[in-house]
């Protein structure tokens, strides 16, 4: 036994090396694991985010285009087929409609109010008497197709309706839901009409 006790700080230290690669081994592999797990996940966000953003860009363009439609189109202005109903019961008419329209598409409103005759519209202006306009403002809660489904609803409608604002922004804690400022001016005439008229130019 003396013979090798010469070799038994050789034993430790080649007992706390491999101790220490061990210790390492198991200290350093589930690290690396992770950080691959982590990279996995950062790297399949950044990729369903590009899709999302993608996707938004999509809807952005759809809904410029049907903007852009509406705004040059030849529709009708709303008239009651009876005289003396009141702006009341024609903004109640149009008011239901917009309304009827977004709950038809399973948007979800998270405010609405609205702002009868804006000084700033021409037929505010110049024909009041015969004119009535309103402003109706809406924050609304949706996903990008049911968006898009309200808003083909709303060029689809038989009567002029202009778009005055559109912001569409993805919900912060949830990426497929969009938070949405949808406003619109409603245009009615006061009393029933003879002849045909078109939109504002």
Request: proline share 4%; glycine share 2%.
């Given at each position: 036994?003396e013979?090798?006790?010469r070799?038994?700080?050789?034993f430790?230290?080649?007992a706390?090396?491999?101790?220490?690669?061990?210790?390492?081994?198991k200290?350093?592999?589930?690290?690396?694991?992770?950080?691959?797990?982590s990279?996995a996940?950062i790297?399949?966000?950044?990729?369903d985010?590009?899709?999302?953003?993608?996707k938004?860009?999509i809807?952005?363009s759809k809904?410029?285009k049907i903007?852009?439609?509406?705004?040059?189109s030849?529709?009708?202005?709303?008239y009651?087929?009876e005289?003396?109903?009141g702006?009341?019961t024609?903004?109640?008419?149009?008011y239901?409609?917009?309304?009827?329209m977004?709950h038809?598409?399973?948007?979800?409103?998270k405010s609405?109010?609205?702002?009868?005759?804006?000084?700033t519209?021409?037929?505010?202006?110049f024909?009041?008497?015969?004119?009535?306009v309103?402003?109706?403002n809406?924050?609304?809660?949706?996903?990008?197709?049911?968006?898009?489904?309200?808003?083909q609803?709303?060029?689809?409608?038989?009567?002029y309706?202009?778009?005055?604002?559109?912001?569409?922004?993805?919900?912060?804690k949830?990426?497929?839901i969009?938070?949405?400022t949808l406003?619109?001016r409603?245009?009615?005439?006061?009393?029933?009409e003879?002849?045909s008229a078109?939109?504002?130019?």
């Amino acid at each position: 036994m003396e013979k090798y006790r010469r070799y038994y700080g050789v034993f430790a230290l080649a007992a706390a090396v491999i101790a220490f690669f061990f210790i390492s081994y198991k200290i350093i592999v589930p690290g690396i694991d992770q950080i691959k797990s982590s990279q996995a996940k950062i790297e399949k966000s950044e990729k369903d985010l590009a899709g999302l953003e993608s996707k938004l860009k999509i809807v952005q363009s759809k809904i410029q285009k049907i903007k852009s439609s509406i705004m040059t189109s030849q529709k009708k202005i709303y008239y009651p087929l009876e005289a003396d109903l009141g702006n009341d019961t024609l903004f109640f008419t149009l008011y239901s409609d917009i309304v009827e329209m977004v709950h038809a598409n399973s948007v979800k409103i998270k405010s609405i109010d609205y702002t009868p005759n804006p000084d700033t519209d021409a037929f505010v202006k110049f024909g009041k008497d015969v004119y009535f306009v309103c402003d109706v403002n809406m924050e609304l809660v949706s996903n990008y197709v049911n968006l898009g489904k309200l808003i083909q609803d709303v060029y689809q409608y038989p009567y002029y309706i202009k778009i005055n604002n559109l912001s569409v922004k993805p919900y912060e804690k949830d990426k497929k839901i969009l938070l949405s400022t949808l406003s619109l001016r409603l245009y009615a005439h006061t009393a029933p009409e003879e002849t045909s008229a078109t939109v504002p130019q």
